[in-house]
DNA sequence: CCATTCACATAGCT
DNA sequence: AAGCTATGTGAATG
């Protein structure tokens, strides 16, 4: 009984297929984690976009921004928006994170979910803006939240990541064009998680 | 022009 | 019977 809650409570499927994606926790000790958190929430230059159904507009649940080489642009719905530049920890954390991915990395996107009502629906990353088969690399700061991905042409054919504090998920190239991820709202309590997201923007 | 993208509400299922 | 999933919605985009 014990072991069996334990483990749910791990929350990581078994039989992860390990050739669409790696997960490594503990990248970043907690202290360092800690203070990216808190850097990161207080200094990104958070935007939430908005679409509009019928009257309703209705408001991105997470907040986002992009940082990146010059000429990385990235088009929000809307506007485009070139990104902010690298600061030094960001360039900190990309050094570590590029011989673990295999990449040079030229942009990161960082997502902020304040709470378990953030979220992202079922989706694959823009070809139009990564290519094909584009290599991912996310860090996730703070609050842990699940991870989901489904086949698109089966969607019982499922896994789910817990992503943990100072962790390291990387999606490889396989991943985007026949599976599907999100991050999906929660009913219990959640703090705040930051997510940084390397990306080669074509 | 037309397909795609996004989050939400709703209906239907177990 | 609470929790999951598929579906329709429509403005903006390329
Ligand atoms: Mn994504």
């Known amino acids: 009984m014990e072991q069996l809650t334990l483990f749910a409570a791990a929350g990581q499927s078994k039989g992860l297929p390990t050739h669409l994606l790696d997960y490594r926790p503990g990248l ?86 304040r709470d378990g009502n953030d979220s992202v629906a079922w989706h694959s990353d823009k070809e139009s803006i990564l290519g094909k088969h584009p290599v991912i690399a996310s860090i996730s700061f703070g609050e842990v939240r699940s991870f989901d991905i489904r086949n698109k042409a089966d969607h019982l054919e499922k896994y789910s990541v817990r992503l943990e504090h100072g962790s390291l998920l990387l999606m490889k190239s396989g991943l985007q064009e026949h599976w599907e991820h999100r991050i999906a709202k929660s009913v219990q309590p959640m703090k705040a998680r930051v997510n940084l997201t390397f990306r080669v923007v074509i």
């Open 28 to 113: 970043f000790c907690t202290a360092e984690s800690d203070e990216y958190l808190r850097k990161f929430i207080a200094e990104a230059p958070w935007k939430q976009t908005a679409l509009k159904i019928k009257d309703k507009e209705i408001a991105t649940p997470r907040l986002t921004a992009w940082y990146g080489d010059l000429g990385t642009d990235y088009s929000h719905p809307g506007r485009i928006s070139n990104p902010a530049p690298w600061t030094p920890e960001l360039l900190k954390i990309k050094a570590i994170v590029e011989p673990l991915s295999g990449v040079k990395f030229n942009s990161v996107l960082l997502n902020y979910y």
